[in-house]
């Protein structure tokens, strides 16, 4: 749930996702959608689908316990050296490296390396290096997790209360600002989601995305997708619907590689099989994302 989220928003969701998942074998027996529904607000919902898939391999062929070792962790759905090592280091104890951003950029502070990208060989090296004399490697990898993440900063690092501010190249040649050195970060693409807020007898209209993408396997109001604006006769076109549409409110969602211009619309039409239709009490049986719920705002606030 960390992996690219911040701890904050998981603080939130973890008790209702421990109370309703307590452990692998009763996450394996839900299906993935009631996972994705407990998932929704968190972003990145292909890590969902990992966590659901890890559930069931743990189950399979693990004898319903979580690995221990970092090589058996790093075969479960979605988790790579960074996870595995902070799972085996710190759950089990085990003397295992882990590199993330925050861990390299201390690293390459502590050696004035500034050039050096991530990820990187010489980083895990380091890395290796100091869980190998560490008392415990838990609060080793722990503690350069934290440094990293509240006090060596990547733009104005706290270096008055850094612990390691005395051994540290980059601060005694006054460099820390440049190390490493920052990468460019590449313009956001920006898309337009035409949604169709479909309404029959007090329903409305969803379908469900596909299971690869932004959004994988969620749902949504009928949705065109497109480069660039499209008008009314298009998306009514698009959509295969026959009846008045009409424009009722924009929006962008933003994320970290995507803008999204969202231009909602609402019709009232004949019930349609294409769609899973739902009264507004029901809605929340379906797993959406908070993009889909900014839709329903801007129908609801007419």
Not at 14 to 36: A, G, H, I, N, R
Not at 69 to 92: C, D, H, K, N
Request: with cysteine; aromatic share 6%; glycine share 6%.
């Amino acid at each position: 749930m960390a992996q690219q989220t911040q701890i904050a928003r998981v603080a939130e969701r973890w008790p209702s996702m421990m109370k309703q998942f307590p452990t692998p074998t009763s996450m394996s027996m839900q299906d993935e959608q009631e996972v994705l529904k407990h998932w929704q607000g968190l972003g990145y919902y292909r890590r969902a689908k990992q966590l659901k898939a890890t559930a069931d391999m743990i189950v399979k062929e693990f004898g319903r316990e979580v690995p221990c070792s970092l090589e058996s962790l790093m075969q479960l759905p979605g988790v790579g050296r960074y996870t595995a090592g902070a799972v085996a280091s710190i759950a089990f104890n085990e003397r295992v490296p882990i590199v993330d951003g925050n861990v390299h950029r201390v690293l390459c502070r502590l050696t004035n390396k500034s050039n050096t990208p991530l990820p990187c060989g010489w980083s895990w090296d380091g890395a290796e290096q100091l869980v190998a004399v560490a008392a415990r490697p838990d609060l080793c990898n722990e503690g350069l997790m934290e440094l990293g993440a509240t006090v060596c900063l990547p733009r104005s690092p706290k270096c008055e209360m850094c612990p390691l501010r005395d051994d540290c190249l980059a601060f005694k040649k006054g460099a820390q600002g440049d190390v490493p050195t920052p990468t460019k970060q590449k313009p956001r693409k920006r898309l337009h989601h035409h949604a169709v807020v479909m309404t029959c007898k007090g329903e409305y209209a969803f379908e469900q995305r596909s299971d690869t993408g932004i959004w994988a396997s969620m749902w949504q109001v009928p949705t065109v997708e497109c480069k660039n604006k499209m008008e009314i006769a298009q998306i009514a076109k698009e959509l295969q619907i026959h009846d008045s549409i009409k424009l009722i409110g924009s929006f962008t969602h933003i994320l970290t590689h995507r803008i999204v211009e969202f231009r909602v619309f609402a019709c009232e039409i004949d019930r349609d099989k294409r769609f899973q239709w739902h009264a507004m009490d029901s809605i929340d049986r379906i797993p959406l994302a908070s993009a889909q719920r900014k839709v329903l705002e801007v129908h609801c606030g007419l």
